[in-house]
């Protein structure tokens, strides 16, 4: 759907918050804290973000965009020459990072990670159900501190120094969840930390892939069932960009490995799970072709 950016808010140095109403004025589909949407830009990419206004406020949505230092295009865009009145196509929303029912809560942010928690202490809040947050970034990039402002002590935040998460997550408590959005170092070290708490504890959104399709890769072939077209893999190169030369199409979004757009089932062969999108359950019967591999010579995909 077609959505026009109403508003734009510097939240920190290199963030903005957009607000998005839909061009038609009618209300937008309804989400639940952790959903993210993919927008797709005049530019030609399509990047995710994460939803983080008030999901009972169907009139808009907000998302938050970093200026990534790096861009291909994509927030460079969002942040220069978008503008109020500019037009995006978004998709439905859809949630990988779902907020469960559970006794209590603890939240660990790192800098704009802190975008998918802002609706989850939101709902939280309002079940009455117990949390604390733990957020740290650079000074400059901290975003939404005035909105965290009104919780008060449960708020713990760390400009420009890491969560000390060995003391955060030292004692483990049976009930509590913990969501963890951030860079890779910090949840690394949170997962690390939960070792030791209930098995489903853990919940975590990454901003990028754990890992590239060309890490280790060796050449494949695959074949597309459906199609009935043979397509070779060559070493350093991805399914889904072989597939998509050859002529085949498939759906794909991230393009890293995290939203579970391209998942693809697997009729013969062994894949290489190389995704972040199924973290606990790798199935010898899905795939997705954005990352993962092969571990034998052919895979027949249902393509």
């Not at 500019?86 to 990988?96: D, I």
């Not at 969560?163 to 170092?185: F, M, Q």
Request: glycine content about 10%; proline content about 7%.
């Amino acid at each position: 759907m077609d959505v026009t950016i109403s508003a734009r808010t510097a939240v920190a140095a290199d963030v903005i918050a957009l607000t998005l109403v839909a061009a038609d004025g009618q209300d937008l589909p309804p989400w639940r804290p952790g959903a993210h949407v993919d927008v797709a830009l005049p530019t030609g990419l399509t990047r995710q973000y994460s939803l983080c206004g008030d999901p009972a406020d169907r009139s808009r949505w907000r998302i938050a965009v970093l200026r990534e230092r790096t861009s291909r295009g994509g927030s460079a865009w969002l942040h220069s020459p978008a503008a109020e009145g500019a037009t995006v196509t978004v998709g439905t929303p859809r949630n990988l990072f779902e907020l469960v029912p559970a006794d209590g809560y603890v939240f660990i942010a790192g800098g704009v990670g802190i975008t998918p928690i802002l609706p989850m202490i939101a709902e939280a809040e309002r079940s009455g159900v117990p949390w604390t947050l733990w957020y740290s970034g650079r000074s400059r990039s901290m975003s939404f501190v005035d909105d965290l402002a009104g919780y008060g002590d449960r708020v713990h935040l760390v400009p420009g120094g890491r969560v000390p998460i060995p003391e955060v997550l030292g004692t483990p408590t049976s009930g509590t969840a913990v969501y963890c959005c951030g860079p890779e170092p910090m949840i690394e070290a949170v997962r690390e930390a939960c070792g030791t708490w209930e098995p489903g504890t853990l919940h975590v959104e990454r901003f990028v892939a754990e890992s590239s399709p060309t890490d280790g890769s060796t050449g494949f072939d695959v074949r597309c069932a459906r199609s009935e077209v043979d397509v070779r893999v060559e070493d350093g190169v991805s399914v889904l960009d072989a597939l998509l030369k050859a002529g085949v199409e498939a759906d794909y979004s991230c393009t890293q490995g995290f939203c579970g757009t391209c998942e693809t089932r697997v009729l013969e062969g062994t894949p290489d799970h190389r995704d972040d999108y199924l973290d606990h359950e790798k199935s010898p019967d899905t795939m997705m072709i954005c990352v993962s591999r092969s571990r034998c010579p052919r895979l027949v995909l249902d393509l």
